[in-house]
């Protein structure tokens, strides 16, 4: 997986994490990861097989370890996990101009609205 798909995948999160209520801290870490992630000047793949991925500033050793398997297979357990874990209509009303993650969640909440 290029850079570009991982800091696709970590905003997703952040953004699926935000829909389900969880700690804004961990929604701000994918996020600011996949800001970092994103610009990086040296290669993703160079940093996670030289280990050198966990040195850089602000990716912690979860967060290094979560990236190192999205480059290395492609996939990540916890992001499938967390897919699963809401209706599929919920990222896709994120497309929606105006709306964003605590609106979403907020339409979901009080309407029970799943899908655009």
């Given at each position: 997986?290029?850079?570009?798909?991982?800091?696709?995948?970590?905003?997703?999160?952040?953004?699926?994490?935000?829909?389900?209520?969880?700690?804004?801290?961990?929604?701000?870490?994918?996020?600011?990861?996949?800001?970092?992630?994103?610009?990086?000047?040296?290669?993703?793949?160079?940093?996670?097989?030289?280990?050198?991925?966990?040195?850089?500033?602000?990716?912690?050793?979860?967060?290094?370890?979560?990236?190192?398997?999205?480059?290395?297979t492609g996939e990540l357990p916890f992001y499938e996990e967390l897919k699963a874990s809401l209706p599929a209509g919920l990222m896709e009303m994120l497309k929606?101009?105006?709306?964003?993650?605590?609106?979403?969640?907020?339409?979901?909440?009080?309407?029970?609205?799943?899908?655009?």
């Amino acid at each position: 997986m290029d850079k570009k798909q991982v800091t696709a995948t970590l905003e997703e999160i952040g953004d699926m994490l935000e829909i389900r209520g969880e700690n804004p801290f961990k929604v701000q870490a994918y996020r600011k990861a996949a800001r970092i992630v994103g610009a990086l000047p040296q290669s993703l793949e160079e940093l996670v097989e030289s280990g050198e991925l966990r040195s850089v500033k602000g990716i912690g050793a979860a967060l290094a370890e979560k990236i190192s398997t999205l480059v290395r297979t492609g996939e990540l357990p916890f992001y499938e996990e967390l897919k699963a874990s809401l209706p599929a209509g919920l990222m896709e009303m994120l497309k929606i101009p105006g709306l964003g993650p605590k609106k979403v969640r907020r339409i979901h909440e009080t309407l029970g609205i799943e899908s655009v």
